[in-house]
């Protein structure tokens, strides 16, 4: 079956680094799009960035340009957030989700990992 597994979130001081982790599995990775979604409690959920597996062409919200990068590791079929320069307005749960390039229907989520930045 379909998993999408994410790690790596956690507490950090502003101007710090986080490195996020989604390892993908049951589906073939190389035709989806994957992102990082995130959300705080009261909002809607918000795309951060996201990747095309097949060629690595990625798109980022304004609010991460240049503080974040996306990345995918085609061998392990794990798709990664680098995170710098966290500021405390990216405190948040942070999903991975994957979606179908080929097939719409087909999209998935992680379990969520939280991302807190404080003092």
């Known amino acids: 079956q379909v998993q999408l597994v994410e790690s790596g979130g956690g507490l950090v001081q502003p101007g710090g680094s986080l490195r996020l982790s989604c390892a993908a599995s049951g589906f073939y990775f190389r035709s989806y799009a994957m992102s990082w979604y995130r959300q705080v409690p009261g909002k809607e959920r918000e795309l951060v960035a996201s990747?095309?597996?097949?060629?690595?062409?990625?798109n980022y919200a304004d609010s991460v340009k240049g503080r974040f990068t996306i990345s995918r590791d085609l061998a392990k079929t794990t798709v990664y957030l680098q995170m710098s320069s966290l500021k405390p307005e990216d405190t948040a749960v942070y999903y991975c989700?994957?979606?179908?390039?080929?097939?719409?229907?087909?999209?998935?989520w992680g379990q969520g990992t939280q991302v807190t930045v404080s003092s």
């Open positions: 990747i095309a597996v097949r060629d690595g062409n990625t």
């Open positions: 989700n994957a979606r179908s390039l080929v097939l719409s229907q087909y999209n998935y």
